[in-house]
T-cell receptor, first 113, second 114 residues
């Protein structure tokens, strides 16, 4: 079946530190991969996406590369800010194109000044 | 351009009552998805609807839960005879083209069953 596994949080970093949040997936076929961010009290916002192997999604300084050989889509940012504090969700959309997203459990990031 | 709207934002129901959650998709979007987020868990897919049609309800509990997306008006997620285990955040998302897989989420409805 299809599933997504994220590293457990919370992740606590100092401002300007390097961020990695690991995400691996299990899927049949060729899924699309996404990172969503949820700020306190708000809904999810799409952060970045990649639709095929070796694609790199990027937005607001965040990057993730679709690695089919390792079935991974790790999120990285070179220098985090306090405003990046949020919950980050990795998700996949199966290639069967049913429309539904399958989410990881979420990783809480806390950035301290 | 208004985003996805959900109401109410917070809903308190006693056990046995009915809960009705509403979702208005983004303007021009005809695909609606409902997800549930239980405490300390990720979002779980419930149902996918297009106007007047249920496309995929593989994540819906077999009893007490139903969803609709009428030709006019918002999508409704209805939970009959709520139990404490239904307490969760319910998120709605919409998309304009299923092929892009890009879904836009509302702020969610937090249901508390007392």
């Amino acid at each position: 079946g299809n599933s997504v596994t994220q590293m457990e949080g919370p992740v606590t970093l100092s401002e300007e530190a390097f961020l990695t949040i690991n995400c691996t997936y299990t899927a049949t076929g060729y899924p699309s991969l996404f990172w969503y961010v949820q700020y306190p009290g708000e809904g999810l916002q799409l952060l970045l996406k990649a639709t095929k192997a070796d694609d790199k999604g990027s937005n607001k300084g965040f990057e993730a590369t679709y690695r089919k050989e390792t079935t991974s889509f790790h999120l990285e940012k070179g220098s985090v800010q306090v405003s990046d504090s949020a919950v980050y969700f990795c998700a996949l959309s199966p290639s069967s194109n049913t429309g539904k997203l399958i989410f990881g459990q979420g990783t809480t990031l806390q950035v301290k000044p | 351009n208004a985003g996805v709207m959900q109401n109410p934002r917070h809903l308190v129901r006693r056990r046995g009552q009915e809960a009705r959650l509403r979702c208005s998709p983004m303007k021009g979007h005809s695909h609606v998805y409902w997800y549930r987020q239980l405490p300390e868990e990720g979002l779980k897919f419930m149902v996918y609807l297009q106007k007047e049609n249920i496309i995929d309800e593989s994540g819906m509990p077999k009893e007490r839960f139903s969803a609709e997306f009428p030709k006019e008006g918002p999508s409704i997620l209805r939970i009959q005879q709520v139990v404490r285990g239904d307490s969760a955040a319910y998120f709605c998302a919409s998309s304009g083209d299923q092929g892009t897989h890009e879904q836009y989420f509302g702020p969610g409805t937090r249901l508390t069953v007392t």
